[in-house]
């Protein structure tokens, strides 16, 4: 239509797509998230993209960021626009849902969930914070009590996502919450102040020194204090270290959250991680008062700038606003947008080792159609990736077309080709050509693409 | 927490979510949609769910169905709460992915695309309309022109599709815009109520002859034509008996018509498509007034009442609104999650061959946790499921767990078996043990799990 029609085409600020190069890479890492989850027998599970307002905001979930739906036009009874809102994470979605099908699921219930949720937080791309995102979650949840074993297999399970994915050296690092929680009452925190003080608290990798001390005076600390307990969160230690400075503090819940630390850091050996793998860190805060045990972050060694890019922990009761069973659960979730943006800027993406434009059966005789159809129904038949160049082009314009989009073989045949019963083979990466008989096509093919990689 | 602060639970209207079990059917539909989209050459995308508002509305978009984003708290200058609407369906963000990517796709751009969209219709369960459900696309858009080849190849995925699918014999029915434009002319219809006329013929399947009469009268009509051309869109007949009375027709529009259906028929063969698995069928109708050749209706022989389960067509400008560029193009539409309630009532769904909660490993002996992490190991290592049952319970409760979540082995050992560097190996379907040495683990539960399927 007309020039003077054009409308905005730039994507809302915060959401992002990709070009399909990047989003194969993309759903190559979704698949090797799923694959490792049902690697240790959690299910999928997918939730709507709005629930009701008040199930979003009964817990946690701050009103601010949360989007509505509303309609353009006239609602009328329409209960998506007039009571819904879109998910902000894959935790309440879960509450609400383990409490609508207590009596369906098997438990332990353990689910994995890979879906996008909202968040009307302003966007800094070079923070790598969006308004929609990708989270990959895993949980445990159980009826009544949660074996802490539950807690040390988490990690084993990252450590399998991350091993795989081959983005270099990573660490899991952990704490446990009544650590937190002694620590500050040996440093005298009021009960109230202490869900202000753990905020300030989990800047501390952020936000420089002063800055933190300041905060944490302004929750009523004083000077000294807030130094000393500034400095046992932010300070680096290996976690034999960081054990025995904690067994310095003799309050019962120090105690008990040391000795759980100490259970949890040697489960996790058990499980497989190794220590350069792990490592028990004060500096793990999270900000979400509904952790009770062990909570985890995830950083990558040379990359610390990149910040946690898998985070969670252990709660005592999942979904007390929807039910009366009590569920305790352990959980973690990779925030796989931002992953994605990170490891991409820090060129810490493996390259594909499989793409699905495999081959391009190039056209150079229209008259040809059906012979060209027949190669192409072989090779998928034989489950190869295949494509036939429909349009009317030069045999140049269809192998630029086969390289630009990533082809790894060509097949190249004419009248002298058929009247032979032979195709030309082309390697499009070596450049290579070999004829090869009808009947070979698909071993011929097969022997191209491995060639090649 | 308390008894009085019960939240409701309910789903919204028209929105759904599934049991696990479910959900790996639902899964396993779209991964063999995928494999078929890879396998003829289409590269993945995914796009925002939320686009401007102006982008969503500026073609065929009906306002009333769209949902926009707000804000719950003050918006302040979030685009996404200010401008932002949930997409209605994937060929709008198509176009205007296509239009603001231009320069950076390869040309012919064959895209698929899986994801959800988000529609206000009044959901009926019971005719399989829902608020938000899958799309899963494809389309081939090329600059300036496309060949009709396009338009045959189509079918013969759509036919890939649904042949792995094995839901019972289907139909590809196909016709061309052309031919019913031709057919309008020919009674005497006005360019003007061309659209309305061909809205009451789209209807002919879902409401009885007077009301579609009715209507046509309505559009103008005179009973005798309007009960004629009614006739013509809706009588059963085979592809030749469709062509011969079309060949009745002498206008230049219905003659060109008649020419590319003929041709697209004669390719669809070349494609590989049996008679049997397509129709060229005048009761295609399409309401969308984009399309301009080949449009497309899929339906299950057996089962007529599940509607149409797969939908498209030809359209000659995808992106005028957005672009100078001409795009024509041909695209296809399977809503998956209607698709997958249809299949479900009507007991058309594949058992899975596969689930991914394989291997259950029952712990008996607290003790021995070491022990039986590494025996999930060495199975995790060979690419088994596995799962550590890490709760303190009677083997029995362990045992009832993995029927209830569809194990197909359990491992059992206790002090006894680890004495003997063995562990006995149960098939819980046939509920066949045997015992099995350390060193042959992994082949013993290979054989088990193959016994069974």
């Known amino acids: 239509m007309a020039r003077d029609k054009k409308i905005e085409l730039d994507l809302l600020r915060g959401f992002e797509e990709y070009l399909p190069q990047d989003q194969l890479q993309f759903n190559a890492l979704i698949d090797l998230i799923r694959r490792n989850f049902e690697l240790f027998g959690f299910l999928p599970i ?37 009571k819904g809102a879109l998910r902000f ?149 290996e976690t034999g270290d960081t054990l025995s400075i904690l067994g310095k503090f003799r309050s019962s819940l120090c105690q008990q959250g040391l000795k759980d630390l100490e259970n949890v850091a040697a489960a996790i050996r058990q499980f497989g991680v190794p220590d350069s793998a792990f490592l028990v860190d004060l500096g793990v805060v ?81 008259q040809s159609l059906e012979k060209y159809l027949k190669m192409a129904a072989a090779l998928r038949g034989a489950g190869v990736n295949t494509e036939v160049y429909l349009e009317a082009a030069k045999i140049d314009k269809q192998l630029a077309y086969a390289n630009r989009k990533g082809f790894r073989v060509a097949l190249i045949a004419g009248e002298s080709e058929f009247a032979n019963n032979m195709v030309k083979v082309k390697n499009l990466a070596t450049r290579e050509e070999r004829a090869a008989r009808d009947h070979e096509l698909v071993q011929a093919v097969r022997s191209a693409l491995k060639n090649e990689s």
């Open 89 to 237: 994470d894959l935790t309440v979605p879960l509450a609400r849902y383990v409490a609508l099908h207590e009596r369906e699921l098997a438990f332990p219930f353990r689910r994995y969930q890979i879906q996008r949720v909202w968040r009307g937080e302003t966007p800094q791309a070079q923070k790598g914070r969006f308004r929609e995102f990708y989270q990959c979650d895993i949980d445990v949840v159980n009826r009544d009590q949660l074996s802490p074993l539950a807690e040390a297999e988490i990690p084993s399970v990252i450590y399998s996502v991350f091993r795989e994915m081959a983005i270099g050296e990573f660490r899991i690092r952990i704490n446990n919450r009544k650590v937190l929680k002694g620590l500050l009452q040996e440093f005298g925190v009021p009960e109230a102040k202490v869900p202000g003080v753990l905020r300030a608290l989990d800047k501390h990798d952020r936000e420089d020194a002063a800055k933190i001390r300041h905060d944490l005076e302004r929750e009523g600390m004083r000077p000294g204090s807030a130094g000393q307990l500034h400095e046992l969160v932010s300070g680096k230690r």
């Open 46 to 82: 997918e939730t709507p993209s709005a629930e009701r307002r008040e199930v979003l905001t009964s817990k946690g979930g701050s009103e601010k960021e949360i989007y509505a739906l509303t309609r353009l036009a006239e609602a009328g009874d329409d209960e998506a626009a007039n």
């Open 286 to 366: 999270r900000g979400l008062d509904y952790y009770t045990g062990t909570i985890y972050e995830t950083t990558l060694t040379g990359h610390p700038e990149v910040g946690s890019i898998c985070s969670g922990g252990r709660y005592d009761d999942l979904a007390g606003y929807f039910t009366n069973t009590r569920l305790p659960g352990v959980g973690i979730s990779i925030g796989l947008t931002r992953l994605f943006s990170r490891l991409r800027e820090a060129k810490l993406l493996q390259p594909l080792d499989r793409t699905p434009a495999e081959v391009l059966v190039t056209t150079m005789d229209p």
